[in-house]
């Protein structure tokens, strides 16, 4: 089993910038492929951004593509999110999960997922 916790959410204003950080638990952490996700109130989580157990490879959301940049470090079991000109439209929980395989775009294709850390874009 892999346990999430995500950090380094909080209120920025619009424009600025944040890292979120995901550190996972076990030793297996390179095997996993991870997301990002986020939930805004009232509406669905959505994909945000994804990157392979190597690291080579990621994908990103259209809404956050040339903004966003998602990295990992299998030493420290860590991924990150590095989040630029934030809109107040990025205001959401932000989520990291893991599953096995390629980066998908799927809520359900994820088989672990942290708690959430909430990002506030004022304007």
């Known amino acids: 089993q892999v346990q999430l916790v995500e950090s380094g959410g909080g209120l920025v204003q619009a424009g600025g910038s944040l890292r979120l950080s995901c550190a996972a638990s076990?030793?297996?952490?390179?095997?996993?492929?991870m997301g990002w996700f986020r939930q805004a109130p009232g509406k669905e989580r959505e994909f945000v951004a994804g990157?392979?157990?190597?690291?080579?490879?990621?994908d990103y959301a259209d809404s956050v593509k040339g903004r966003f940049t998602t990295s990992r470090d299998n030493a420290k079991n860590t991924v990150y999110l590095q989040m630029s000109s934030l809109k107040p439209e990025d205001t959401a929980v932000y989520y990291c999960?893991?599953?096995?395989?390629?980066?998908?775009?799927?809520?359900?294709?994820?088989?672990?997922w942290g708690q959430g850390t909430q990002v506030t874009v004022s304007s």
């Open positions: 999960a893991s599953r096995l395989g390629a980066v998908v775009a799927g809520t359900r294709d994820y088989a672990y």
């Open positions: 076990g030793r297996t952490f390179s095997s996993y492929t």
């Open positions: 990157i392979t157990r190597s690291g080579g490879s990621t």
